[in-house]
């Protein structure tokens, strides 16, 4: 007796692993997933285009897909904006967060962030994003075995007129095949369903809100080409005068006709051709475009939410940065949507195909990242860490976008902190000779060039040292001071002051500052004592 099958999808189907590794979606030239595709589109009228509407709500959206399609490929327009809005997300980063530091879960998200770096990318996330459109999109995954390990193989669009949802709830896809509509096979398909309105998934997509737009924008167009063609050019009237025979009709209507294209005609002396002109041309031609455009602007505010930042209207309503705002607005929903997606569609399948069922599993992020004051944020780490605040290592790695070490790696380490005494030699024996008087400092001078030595004045080694012990100190105290003023800053109370310098007293500077500070009365000593003997 077989068992039953553990690994199991999100609808508790069970997984049949021979068909996960071939396609099996795919078109088929005699079958029911036809390349070809109808255009009913052509001739479309208000009544045709309800029936057509009315026929995919009961589940029969094969025409309904193929007009979204004729839509994209006929409107300027509509193709701009919505492709405007597919590509700002299609371009997004893509960021895979592990489920926590787990080094079984950092695995997990490694796999997946790694295939992720692939340059196919973008143009899979913009074949999903097909939903915005058309309110629905299936992407099929074939995976790749051969290496002993899942992993997607290559990601394929697929014709949404090849499936049809499941009449009894509407929303269940079924693939068609020759013998019959099938549901489709656990982990297998990327079914994308980004929403512009709630409702079934069918209704739910932009095209149609866009369709009448099209529709009416179609009607529009073809009465301005109309216009245009008949009064664009002024009406030719020829005169012919009375006793004209027959063969001088002829020639003056030949010379009317043809005057409109070849711009030249010769006529008797006897016949007159007359120009009539239509009167007011300018403000018919003007309502047919202030009509299109209008229908392009509602069109806008439906894949866009606003209108500034595809027609350029002055003085208009709401400022260009409170529309951009409301295009990132979409833009980030769009994101979240297609990240759930790819959530339960590829990753977690994936986890469970190498590892088997997971109670957590890596989540995929697209989107921009938030900006975020990483300077401030790093000094606050800084003052909050000595006073117990507890931070997760992974956590500060992504924030700054370095990625997790691998093992053995070389590592950067901090710098070793400048030693102020390194002028001295160690053992308390001074590195510079001490100050002579008189004729010895002459004869000191000498035997120093004697011997090879650089002939370097004590004065001028003095204020040197004197100059670096200045700066150091200066570092020093300045470190104190801001460590200070940042505790003060932050502090509620005198008590808490107190407290938190307690606290951070093994970590002040303050040693360090006493050290330089003897140094530099060191220092002016030597410098005095130098003085003094240059006056004797």
């Keep these: 007796m077989a068992t039953k099958p553990t690994l199991v999808d999100q609808y508790g189907r069970p997984i049949e692993r021979s068909v996960l590794t071939e396609a099996i979606a795919g078109p088929t030239i005699t079958g029911v997933r036809s390349p070809l595709t109808g255009y009913p589109g052509d001739g479309l009228n208000p009544r045709r285009l309800a029936n057509l509407l009315r026929e995919a709500d009961q589940g ?8 979204a399609e004729q839509i994209e490929e006929r409107d300027l327009h509509y193709a701009g904006v919505l492709g405007t809005r597919k590509r700002s997300v299609a371009q997004l980063s893509v960021q895979v967060d592990a489920a926590s530091d787990d080094p079984l879960h950092v695995a997990h998200a490694d796999m997946i962030r790694d295939w992720l770096t692939r340059d196919e990318l973008a143009d899979e996330i913009f074949d999903m994003l097909d939903a915005i459109g058309k309110g629905e999109s299936y992407t099929e995954i074939v995976w790749d075995t051969s290496e002993g390990q899942w992993r997607p193989k290559c990601l394929e669009w697929r014709d949404p007129r090849w499936f049809r949802p499941k009449r009894e709830d509407g929303a269940t896809p079924l693939l068609r095949t020759d013998t019959g509509d099938v549901p489709l096979p656990a982990f297998k398909f990327i ?3 980004i929403r512009a309105k709630s409702g079934l998934p069918v209704r739910s997509g932009l095209a149609r809100l866009a369709a009448w737009s099209w529709m009416f924008k179609a009607f529009t167009l073809r009465d301005w080409a109309i216009f245009t063609q008949t009064f664009g050019q002024p009406i030719r009237v020829g005169k012919y005068p009375a006793g004209a025979t027959e063969a001088d009709k002829d020639t003056l209507f030949r010379a009317v006709a043809n005057i409109a294209g070849d711009c030249a005609a010769i006529i008797p002396e006897s016949m007159l051709i007359e120009f009539i002109e239509a009167k007011s041309v300018a403000s018919s031609l003007d309502l047919y475009e202030r009509r299109a455009d209008w229908l392009d602007k509602q069109v806008s505010k439906a894949v866009l939410g606003q209108t500034a930042t595809t027609d350029a209207v002055t ?3 709401g400022s260009g940065k409170e529309h951009r705002q409301v295009q990132e607005d979409i833009e980030r929903a769009d994101a979240k949507a297609l990240s759930a997606i790819l959530n339960r569609d590829l990753a977690r399948p994936w986890v469970d195909l190498e590892y088997g069922p997971q109670q957590q599993y890596p989540k995929i992020r697209i989107g921009r990242e938030d900006e975020r004051d990483v300077k401030q944020t790093i ?3 800084v003052q909050l860490v000595p006073m117990g605040l507890k931070v997760e290592k992974s956590w500060a790695n992504d924030m700054l976008g370095i990625p997790d070490p691998d093992e053995g790696a070389e590592l950067l380490a901090p710098a070793a902190a400048p030693d ?8 308390g024996a001074t590195a510079f000779p001490p100050p002579l008087r008189g004729r010895d400092r002459e004869g000191g001078e000498q035997s120093l060039q004697a011997s090879g030595a650089p002939a370097r004045r ?3 080694a003095i204020d040197a040292l004197a100059a670096q012990t200045e700066q150091l100190l200066a570092d020093a105290s300045d470190a104190m001071v801001d460590t200070v003023r940042k505790l003060v800053d932050a502090a509620t109370s005198l008590e808490d002051i107190r407290d938190t310098l307690l606290a951070l007293k093994p970590d002040m500077p303050e040693a360090r500052v006493a050290a330089l500070m003897r140094l530099a009365l060191v220092m002016a000593r030597l410098s005095g004592r130098n003085e003094i003997a240059e006056q004797q």
């Design 315 to 317: 003085g208009g309503l």
């Design 60 to 67: 029969e959206p094969l025409r309904y897909f193929e007009l």
């Design 379 to 381: 000094d606050g780490i």
């Design 420 to 427: 102020p005494f390194a002028a001295f030699g160690r053992g």
């Design 458 to 460: 004590a004065d001028d």
């Design 191 to 193: 079914v994308a369903r």
